[in-house]
C-alpha cells in the first residue's frame, strides 16, 4: 500500500489589496461620472461631419472621454504588441 503525502503549500495570493484600491477608486469615479451626467442637462447642438446632435452637456462630454479611452487603450495595445514582438 502506497501513502501520500500532502506537500501542498499554501500560496498567499498577490495584488489583494491593490486590487480592491482599485475597485474602490473605480467606483467612487463612476460616482462622480453618474452625478456630473446628471448635473449637466442643458441640451447643446453638436455638429461633426455634417451630422447633427442634440445631446445633453453631460452625456457628450462622457461621449469625448470614451472616444478618448478608446483611443488610449488602442494605442498602449499597439505598443505593447510592438515590444513583444522584439
Known sequence: M?????????????????????????????????????????HTNINFLGWNFDLAQGVSLLGAAVVGAVITLTATAALKVRRAVR
Open 2 to 42: 502506497t501513502t501520500s503525502t500532502d506537500t501542498t503549500k499554501t500560496t498567499k495570493r498577490r495584488g489583494g489589496f491593490a486590487s480592491k484600491f482599485a475597485l474602490l477608486i473605480t467606483l467612487v469615479l463612476v460616482a462622480a461620472l453618474v452625478i456630473f451626467v446628471l448635473q449637466n442637462t442643458i
